[in-house]
């Protein structure tokens, strides 16, 4: 089995009910995401998984030097962000993949699907 994590990206600039429309729609996402979430725990594909705040809430830390500096916002500028995440453990990318299309129909998100490295 390989560990894949599959990311949900979305808009850096949230609307009132993120990208959803609609307080509705946005609740109809959350429900349907949680049932995915509680189908793949039980089918054993299920690592570890979650939604993050709003990027305004990062903090990027860079050790390399003597003293590390922290900044306050995401690491990047730009359009899209990360807003949650899923890391799946499944016997190949066909199956990662298949998984991924269902958690973004249930998440209504494009979804990023990657191997970890070295767990093949």
Known sequence: MTHYLMSVHGPAEREEYGNYGS?????????????FNERIKAEGYWVFGGGLLDAS????VDGQGETPVMTDGPYLETKELIGGFWVIDAPDLDVALRLAAEASKAC???????????LA
């Open 23 to 35: 307080k509705e729609a946005m609740e109809q996402a959350f429900a349907d995401t949680g049932a």
């Open 57 to 60: 809430t990062a903090t990027v």
């Open 108 to 118: 209504r998100g494009k979804v990023e699907v990657r191997p970890f490295e070295g």
